[in-house]
C-alpha cells in the first residue's frame, strides 16, 4: 500500500454563498492524498500499475470550473469523480482552500476536507 499526495494546486474559481464571490471569484488551493496499491508499479515501473496523479488533476480542474455555492459540495463531487474513476483507492481525502475569503476582519483562509 501506498500513499500518493498531491499539494498546492492553485485555482481560481467561483464559489461562494455570497453574489459577488461568484462573479468576481478568488483564489483556491487543492489538496489530495489518496491510499492505493501500487506495488506494481514499482516493481514493474508501468502507469498501469498505479493510478495517473494527471487525471486527477484533470477532475480537481474540471470540477472547480462548475460555480458552487459550497466548497463543500465541490469537495464531494471531486471525490465521488475520483472513486468512480479509481476504485483502486482504499481512501484517501480531499481538501480545498478558500484563500482570502470575503468575511469581516482578517482571515488567510477556510480549509474543508472530506474522506474517503
Given at each position: 500500500m501506498g500513499l500518493i499526495t498531491i499539494k498546492g494546486l492553485k485555482v481560481y474559481a467561483y464559489h461562494g454563498v455570497h453574489e459577488?464571490?461568484?462573479?468576481?471569484?478568488?483564489?483556491?488551493?487543492?489538496?489530495?492524498?489518496?491510499?492505493?496499491?501500487?506495488?506494481?508499479?514499482?516493481?514493474?515501473?508501468?502507469?498501469?500499475?498505479?493510478?495517473?496523479?494527471?487525471?486527477?488533476?484533470?477532475?480537481?480542474?474540471?470540477?472547480?470550473?462548475?460555480?458552487?455555492?459550497l466548497i463543500e459540495h465541490v469537495g464531494g463531487r471531486i471525490k465521488s469523480q475520483i472513486q468512480s474513476l479509481f476504485p483502486s483507492i482504499t481512501?484517501?481525502?480531499?481538501?480545498?482552500?478558500?484563500l482570502n475569503p470575503p468575511v469581516k476582519g482578517s482571515l488567510?483562509?477556510?480549509?474543508?476536507?472530506?474522506k474517503f
Open positions: 459577488v464571490e461568484q462573479i468576481v471569484g478568488q483564489w483556491y488551493e487543492i489538496n489530495l492524498s489518496l491510499s492505493v496499491d501500487f506495488k506494481k508499479a514499482e516493481d514493474n515501473d508501468d502507469l498501469l500499475g498505479t493510478i495517473d496523479y494527471s487525471i486527477v488533476n484533470e477532475i480537481v480542474l474540471s470540477e472547480m470550473k462548475i460555480k458552487s455555492k481512501s484517501g481525502e480531499v481538501s480545498i482552500t478558500k488567510y483562509s477556510v480549509t474543508i476536507t472530506t
